[in-house]
Each structure stands twice: as structure tokens, then as C-alpha cells.
Nanobody, 124 residues
Framework: QVQLVESGGGLVQAGGSLRLSCAAS????????MGWFRQGPGKEREFVAA????????RYADSVKGRFTISRDSARNTVYLQMNSLKPEDTAVYYC?????????????????WGQGTQVTVSS
């Protein structure tokens, strides 16, 4: 069992930055691929970024590539999402997820555990 708690969301102006954190508790954090997803108003939850269990492989949605960076600190059982050059269309609730599969890392079905989400609002 893995529990995930996101933090770091908030209100920021377009062009600004935020860093989201996801603290994991439970067993074998280092065995899990970690992902970030988001769900905007009236939209389905979509993939944002993911990192393999070893940290040697990352994957990003085209919409955030070059602006967002995912990283993990296994000593702290924490995964981060650094978000730069934020745009109003990045406004969403951001969810952290953990899964044992590192095949694609972009599919929601690969993740077994989810956090409660943190709101990110980007004003124009």
C-alpha cells in the first residue's frame, strides 16, 4: 500500500513557476514508477509527466515538454514536478500517481495509487 500526498499548488500569473511535490509513504517507494496527471475544468484526466522507478527514464506530454521537469528523491520518498513558463491552459487539479509498470507510464491504467490532488491556477 502506498499513500500519496501532493503539495505546492496555488495561484500564479502566466509565465510564472511552481514546484509540486508528492510525498509517498508505505513500502517500496523506489519500486514504483511515478506519474503526474491533471484534470482541467470539464476535461478528462490527462497525462503530464512520469519517471521510472530507477529515475533513468522520463516521459512528458507534448503540451508540457520543455517547460515541466519531473524528478524523484528516493531518500525523501518524494517526486517533484517543476513547472516553468506556465500558461492559463495549465490550470487544473494535478494528481500524483504510483504504479509498478514502467512500460508506457502515460496510461492511467498503469497506476494503482493516486493522491487527492492539488489545484494549480494560472491567471492571464
Amino acid at each position: 500500500q502506498v499513500q500519496l500526498v501532493e503539495s505546492g499548488g496555488g495561484l500564479v500569473q502566466a509565465g510564472g513557476s511552481l514546484r509540486l511535490s508528492c510525498a509517498a509513504s508505505g513500502r517500496s517507494f523506489s519500486s514504483y514508477a511515478m506519474g503526474w496527471f491533471r484534470q482541467g475544468p470539464g476535461k478528462e484526466r490527462e497525462f503530464v509527466a512520469a519517471i521510472s522507478w530507477s529515475g533513468d527514464r522520463t516521459r512528458y506530454a507534448d503540451s508540457v515538454k520543455g517547460r515541466f521537469t519531473i524528478s524523484r528523491d528516493s531518500a525523501r520518498n518524494t517526486v517533484y514536478l517543476q513547472m516553468n513558463s506556465l500558461k492559463p491552459e495549465d490550470t487544473a487539479v494535478y494528481y500524483c500517481a504510483a504504479g509498478l509498470s514502467s512500460y508506457s507510464m502515460a496510461n492511467r491504467d498503469e497506476y494503482s495509487y493516486w493522491g487527492q490532488g492539488t489545484q494549480v491556477t494560472v491567471s492571464s
